[in-house]
């Protein structure tokens, strides 16, 4: 079912999503060659507490960490640890925050230090499909229109689409209905209406678009070794068109 969210609603998932924006704007500065990843992990959890939030992800199925970070060939959920990033690395963040009982979610890939001409272009490729899907999150679009915007860029650029992972919707729960596969076919699936709140978060490899996942059950690599990318924002669907809500 697929939940509208009032003014006030999304009022408060704003000042959720503030919060993780501004998260990640300071977890730039913290990704460093020699950095740990379980570092970024405590600032984040830091100053997401500091503000009165809670993180999402923390204990969410099982999941022992604040944020997911993902370096290199890994797509999503990499758990933090003692890896240390080293020049040339990419390492996708992804975080969550609660704040007044509704969350917001949002991921960035960022350079560590300076990195391959094939790195900074999947970077920019995976951002840039980000905007396209957004600009289709209007009323009476529908579902498939953002995951066509997405995949027509992404293998437009000589890149692949991940499916096995989509976006969502997102309120008072982490993942709401509707599901936002990153692929598809235009004029199809729901269509958009005025109050709903979307997490858009296109995933890309710059190989083939199969995955695998670890043994640790929770993260997913690319299945050729190849890199990955992963940017996201909350966005809400308005009569003026879509907000982002997750910018710091």
Not at 79 to 102: H, K, Q
Not at 139 to 159: C, S, T, W
Not at 213 to 225: H, L, Q, Y
Request: some cysteine; overall charge negative.
């Amino acid at each position: 079912m697929i939940i509208l969210k009032t003014s006030a609603e999304i009022e408060q998932m704003r000042r959720a999503g503030s919060l993780v924006g501004q998260v990640l704007e300071k977890l730039r500065e913290h990704v460093v060659p020699g950095a740990s990843t379980r570092e970024l992990d405590a600032v984040a959890e830091g100053m997401i507490r500091s503000r009165g939030g809670v993180p999402s992800f923390k204990g969410y199925r099982g999941y022992p960490a604040s944020i997911c970070a993902s370096v290199n060939n890994e797509i999503i959920h990499g758990i933090p640890g003692d890896r240390t990033l080293a020049e040339g690395d990419i390492v996708s963040i992804d975080c969550g925050a609660i704040l007044g009982g509704y969350h917001g979610d949002a991921a960035v890939t960022f350079p560590v230090g300076s990195v391959s001409v094939e790195a900074e272009k999947l970077m920019t490729v995976t951002r840039e499909a980000l905007e396209a899907g957004i600009e289709m999150a209007r009323p009476e679009m529908r579902l498939g229109d953002i995951g066509y915007a997405i995949q027509k860029h992404v293998e437009a650029n000589g890149f692949s689409v991940v499916r096995d992972f989509v976006g969502h919707g997102i309120g008072r729960h982490m993942h709401e209905d509707p599901q936002i596969p990153n692929f598809g076919p235009p004029g199809m699936g729901h269509r958009l209406r005025s109050g709903m709140v979307l997490a858009i978060e296109p995933m890309v490899n710059a190989g083939v678009h199969e995955v695998v996942v670890m043994d640790d059950g929770w993260t997913a690599c690319t299945r050729d070794g190849s890199l990955s990318a992963h940017f996201e924002h909350t966005v809400a669907i308005t009569d003026d068109g879509p907000e982002v809500l997750t910018l710091p």
